[in-house]
């Protein structure tokens, strides 16, 4: 993760790129990656970790520029090819035009990365009645159009494939802080294990990815509802701080989704209050 990092940094500040090639393992050479929220963040992230896996990155944001960013530094990286595609993922038509077009021009998917997802804190009653919609038609039915167009393509392909759905520790870790994102998260969780089951016999994995606070755009802009300017700019100091103290780099989520996707994992807590979480969760036995 860390000479991408470099490798992205020297091509960013208009230096020539260092030789990518040869420094990481083919483990998905040619195989044909999908990333919704491709971008930023962990989704720029994980769209750069499978391109020096020698993968195709198909890398989709409702940011068309910012996607073809991270397409434009991917093939410098190592990506046998690299597309970028503008949607946004709550969409119904958009997503399945987009899976149409996939089909069509570059082949069945065999990675699927549903990581596009927004944020949004206060308490149950700030939100508004919208406030809950917008979380749940990006974090809830982005993941479930992903599945249902993508997965579908796989299954009738026959050829296995994986899913990834990036979820939250947020899913199983109650908050009062986030009860519309946390809610969207756990249902994530719950889908994720419903198809993993539905399409183990098919040879496609399905991975929920629980990561806990990452260092990304959606940590320092996540809007807190019903609240005053003054508040807000205290709210943006606490989490500042406590983001800027835990410092988890979205390059560390990436190389766990690659590794979740090579061991079938399926569910993996990432970042160590993740870890904790989730061995206090349902998944551990209760006195
Ligand atoms: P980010 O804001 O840096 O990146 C999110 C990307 O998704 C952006 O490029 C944005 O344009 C795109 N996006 C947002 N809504 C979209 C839509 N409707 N359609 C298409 N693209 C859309 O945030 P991130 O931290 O990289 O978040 C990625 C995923 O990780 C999210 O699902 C988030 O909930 C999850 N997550 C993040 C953290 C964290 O601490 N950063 C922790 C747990 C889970």
């Known amino acids: 993760a860390d000479w991408i990092t470099e490798f992205v940094d020297t091509v960013e500040d208009g230096r020539p790129a260092p030789a990518a090639t040869g420094r990481h393992a083919d483990r998905f050479a040619g195989q044909l990656v999908l990333i919704t929220g491709a971008g930023s963040g962990i989704g720029r992230a994980t769209a750069l970790a499978f391109a020096a896996a020698g993968a195709r990155i198909v890398a989709?944001?409702?940011?068309?520029?910012?996607?073809?960013?991270?397409?434009?530094?991917?093939?410098?990286?190592?990506?046998?090819?690299?597309?970028?595609e503008t949607a946004d993922v709550s969409d119904e038509s958009a997503m399945e035009k987009l899976a149409e077009k996939v089909a069509a021009e570059y082949g069945v998917v065999d990675v699927l990365v549903n990581n596009a997802g927004i944020g949004l804190s206060g308490s149950f009653f700030d939100h508004t009645a919208a406030d809950w919609r917008s979380v749940l038609d990006v974090n809830l039915w982005g993941v479930i159009h992903g599945c249902r167009l993508f997965g579908r393509q796989?299954?009738?392909?026959?050829?296995?494939?994986?899913?990834v759905n990036i979820a939250s520790a947020a899913g199983y870790q109650p908050s009062q802080a986030l009860p519309a994102y946390s809610t969207s998260k756990a249902a994530v969780l719950m889908l994720s294990e419903c198809l993993r089951a539905e399409l183990a016999g098919q040879g496609i994995g399905v991975t929920a990815i629980c990561p806990g606070f990452v260092n990304t755009n959606i940590t320092s802009t996540t809007r807190f509802a019903g609240?005053?300017?003054?508040?807000?700019?205290?709210?943006?100091?606490?989490?500042?701080?406590?983001?800027?103290?835990?410092?988890?780099?979205?390059?560390?989520?990436?190389?766990?989704?690659?590794?979740?996707?090579?061991?079938?994992?399926?569910?993996?807590?990432?970042?160590?209050?993740?870890?904790?979480?989730?061995?206090?969760?349902?998944?551990?036995?209760?006195?």
């Open 154 to 163: 796989m299954a009738e392909r026959g050829q296995g494939g994986h899913i």
């Open 60 to 84: 989709v944001d409702r940011d068309g520029e910012a996607a073809a960013r991270t397409a434009g530094l991917a093939l410098p990286l190592g990506a046998r090819a690299a597309w970028a």
């Open 227 to 287: 609240v005053d300017a003054e508040e807000e700019k205290r709210r943006q100091k606490r989490t500042s701080r406590l983001y800027g103290l835990r410092n988890y780099p979205p390059e560390k989520v990436a190389d766990a989704i690659l590794r979740a996707v090579v061991r079938d994992a399926a569910v993996v807590p990432v970042t160590p209050e993740a870890r904790l979480f989730h061995a206090l969760s349902r998944f551990s036995p209760r006195t």
